[in-house]
């Protein structure tokens, strides 16, 4: 593979700025509210979870706007680590990225555009037909067909199939989608936070206590850093647009200012959403949504029963956006490390017709296929963002470490408030993984497996390819 083949320019400033957005808006944000107040009891403590990880999001995509200008490539957090820190820790990140980080959270987001579909077709059941019990770590789970997870799996294949075409398709299907999301999400703002404020509910809703009765605030921290699972897993794959550089038009400007945007905007619009519900929903409403569908039951509250079906085509269309995106930059990932010899050779070749990763395209639909099966939502959450926040934390270092070993290298653009930033960066998401470490231990520790398991298959594959070498 000596000659490298040419991706097509496709993607502009825009695009991008909607693969961030689009990426980061699935079904999180109408879904993880519930189990967030329901582990941190009071309105006031959702909104500062939310509050908390939309500044860390911000921190950790105005570091990487650095990173992202030195290497505007293909493969976009992979190549950050692999040059930041070592090959070694940019292959354990595409090696968990395509085992968990990536593959899980596009299969979630399936399972939840399958979960809003059986809202209009209520034979989508949920209850596995073929299949059996499966005893995790983190506790039993039915693996095995559905019908819900039928139709899950049947979209990844669809959006595969789109992305597989070309990435102008991709793209345009990227930015309409996610122009439509971000004007649901502020419409839900409107009407929930003004139009259809219930003074009532918020009284009641902050007439509690900030806190718990009798718990300190320094003592419920770890709690709020353990809720925040849910909150940082509805702002993720704020990384992705780095995934598809080499199909941007000027990637060295466009992915820095793509993050920034992308996430200072769904940022704002997750914590007014949140506004929105906790001023229609009482607390036990939210904490209570019936399958944690929050979104949902806002929109029942203002609309009676027409809402459940507005708020459903609402969640239907942002999670077939999102993993429109995930799907696309995935796979570009891959590409790269079969382009360092680190994955299936055929991943690092492009379609002749179409200029995409066809194979990666494939390799990625069938292993998320596999994790559908689970049918597991709030379990991959949890297996996802441990393993995304170790490798957010790594990059981030990366980059002191590039300033000293790479002073005069160009930097199209510059981390804001270097080195306090970054390094504010740095010691947040140290300090919520070590916090899951204790909180979570049944996810995060399998987590911590799957990345270590990765470093004997690095030395293995190494090796062969220099033997084929």
């Known amino acids: 593979m000596t000659a490298k083949p040419e991706f097509v320019k496709a993607i502009s400033r825009l695009d991008a700025a909607a693969l961030v957005a689009g990426g980061m808006i699935g079904s999180g944000i109408f879904i993880v509210s519930a189990d967030i107040l329901r582990q941190v009891h009071t309105p006031g403590l959702l909104l500062v979870v939310f509050a908390i990880s939309g500044v860390v999001t911000v921190l950790g995509a105005v570091t990487y706007g650095e990173l ?69 770590p983190s506790g039993p789970i039915e693996v095995g067909l559905s019908a819900q997870r039928l139709v899950a799996i049947a979209s990844v294949v669809v959006l595969t199939w789109i992305n597989i075409r070309g990435v102008r398709t991709a793209a345009f299907i990227q930015t309409s989608l996610t122009i439509i999301k971000v004007a649901t999400l502020a419409a839900l703002v409107l009407l929930g936070a003004v139009l259809f ?123 077939f956006g999102c993993n429109n995106g995930l799907i696309l930059s995935g796979a570009r990932v891959y590409y790269a490390m079969a382009r360092d010899n680190l994955f299936f050779r055929r991943t690092g070749t492009l379609d002749p017709v179409h200029k995409t990763p066809k194979f990666g395209l494939v390799v990625q639909a069938i292993w998320v296929s596999v994790l559908c099966l689970s049918g597991t939502y709030s379990q991959l959450l949890d297996y996802v963002i441990f393993a995304a926040l170790l490798f957010y934390m790594l990059t981030a270092v990366g ?37 899951l470490l204790f909180m979570k231990p049944q996810y995060t520790w399998p987590g911590l497996i799957i990345v270590a398991l990765g470093v004997p298959v690095y030395y293995v594959w190494r090796a062969a390819t220099q033997r084929e070498g």
Do not use: C
């Not at 820790?89 to 059986?118: D, E, H, K, N, S």
């Not at 981390?415 to 070590?434: E, F, K």
């Open 68 to 136: 992202a200008g030195m290497f505007p490539h293909a493969g976009g957090q992979y190549v950050y680590l692999r040059e930041g820190i070592s090959p070694l820790f940019g292959y354990l990140y595409g090696w968990t990225l395509f085992l968990v980080i990536q593959t899980g959270t596009i299969a979630a987001v399936a399972v939840a555009f399958a979960r809003f579909t059986a809202v209009f077709i209520p034979a989508l059941s949920p209850d596995v037909f073929l299949g059996g019990t499966v005893v995790l």
């Open 197 to 319: 404020r219930k003074p009532e509910v918020v009284a009641a809703n902050f007439r509690v206590p900030f806190l718990p009765e009798g718990v300190t605030l320094w003592a419920f921290l770890p709690v709020i850093g353990a809720a925040m699972v849910g909150s940082l897993f509805s702002m993720d794959a704020w990384n992705n647009a780095g995934f598809a550089a080499d199909e941007m038009k000027n990637p060295a400007r466009d992915v820095p200012i793509a993050m920034a945007l992308g996430t200072l905007t769904v940022t704002v619009l997750y914590l007014l959403s949140n506004v929105a519900y906790v001023s229609v929903l009482p607390a036990d409403a939210i904490a209570n949504a019936p399958q944690d569908r929050v979104g949902t039951a806002a929109l029942q509250a203002m609309f009676d029963p027409a809402g459940l079906y507005v708020m459903a085509i609402a969640i239907i269309i942002s999670t």
């Open 399 to 435: 980059l002191f470490a590039l300033r000293v070993r790479r002073p005069r290298a160009e930097r199209p653009v510059r981390a804001p408030g270097y080195p306090w930033l970054p390094a504010a960066y740095i010691i947040a998401t140290a300090a919520i993984g070590v916090n």
